[in-house]
């Protein structure tokens, strides 16, 4: 990457379980500098905790606030037909002005689509399922009349209003960390949501090795070559959770044993591109390197962290 985006940074409401936790959350964001405000999408309580429902809750969130940015962090695509999502996602971007940012994933709960009594298909079918659902995401976005004829889903001829207000659609990221989702959100997605892969048993994985610097290199390469000449144009960002607090090694100690990973030496972890630990100046100093090494500028954070976090914030904001 050539050209650095400017670093921006997100809070994500994890925490946000009640209409004055939500609001006073994300005036809280808008405060402190953060560019935007996620929710999950999930519908039981494991492993994040009870969360409301993204989209309703994000119309709240626009109401509320002028200028934050809103977001999804990510729809899983097999909760929602895509001309439904279309048609709300667009009502929400028309009703904040143009604020918000649609992220989407192929869906990884196992436990979930249990107990929801939905199928769990094999991994292929999921992405299968999310790369159809983006082409018709985009068409019907848009406002345009949109004839769509897939594997998965058949859509002829179809409008919906309201257009979104941002054009030609509201910037969507997917979520990824297997090599085929990766390579499909290169093609695909306005900004690509780095994340560990997720395993057959309907989990994430939680091993050390999806989190090195190698593993990164790798699937930035297949994020490259699947977006050939407009890669500079794709936005990269992680989700992480840094510590911010002058002991270092203990804390990248305390952080590996805590992950499950009790031989890993904390030099090894400092050098993971989605682990930050240090004071303020460390920190920014080592997502500045990061920049120029990976291209990764924009960064989201819990909000059980966001306001320990914002002097990080106030130094490479737009930077």
């Known amino acids: 990457m050539t050209n650095f985006r400017p670093f921006r940074f997100g809070v994500i409401g994890e925490n946000a379980r009640t209409v004055d936790m939500l609001l006073g959350t994300a005036r809280t964001a808008e405060r402190l500098g953060y560019s935007t405000f996620l929710l999950r999408d999930h519908f ?162 939680g091993e050390y090795t999806e989190r090195t610097a190698e593993t990164m290199k790798r699937k930035l390469e297949w994020v490259r070559d699947a977006a050939g000449s407009r890669f500079d144009e794709v936005e990269l960002s992680m989700l992480v959770s840094p510590r911010v607090n002058d002991d270092v090694k203990s804390t990248a100690e305390e952080f590996a044993v805590r992950r499950g990973w009790g031989s890993v030496a904390a030099e090894a972890v400092l050098s993971m591109p989605s682990v930050f630990i240090g004071p303020v100046e460390r920190i920014a100093d080592t997502m500045r390197a990061r920049r120029k090494e990976f291209g990764f500028s924009y960064y989201v954070v819990s909000d059980s962290i966001m306001e320990r976090f914002a002097p990080v914030v ?6």
């Not at 106030?314 to 930077?319: H, K, P, S």
């Open 314 to 319: 106030e130094e490479l904001n737009g930077t």
């Open 44 to 205: 039981i309580r494991e492993p994040f905790g009870d969360q409301l429902a993204p989209l309703v809750a994000l119309t709240a969130v626009a109401s509320a606030t002028r200028t934050l940015r809103i977001g999804t962090l990510v729809l899983a695509n097999d909760y929602r037909h895509p001309v439904m999502l279309a048609k709300e996602a667009a009502t929400l971007d028309h009703i904040s002005g143009g604020r918000l940012e649609l992220g989407i994933g192929a869906g990884w709960h196992r436990e979930e689509y249990d107990q929801a009594g939905m199928p769990f298909d094999a991994p292929g079918a999921r992405v299968d399922r999310l790369a159809e659902s983006v082409s018709i995401l985009k068409g019907l976005m848009s406002g345009e009349p949109t004839t769509f004829s897939g594997g998965q889903y058949c859509v002829t001829s179809l409008s919906t209003y309201p257009a979104a207000h941002q054009r030609p659609h509201p910037p969507l990221l997917v979520g990824a960390g297997s090599e085929r989702m990766l390579r499909m959100a290169g093609r695909e997605a306005d900004t690509i949501g780095i994340l560990p892969k997720a395993v057959p048993d309907g989990t994430i994985s």
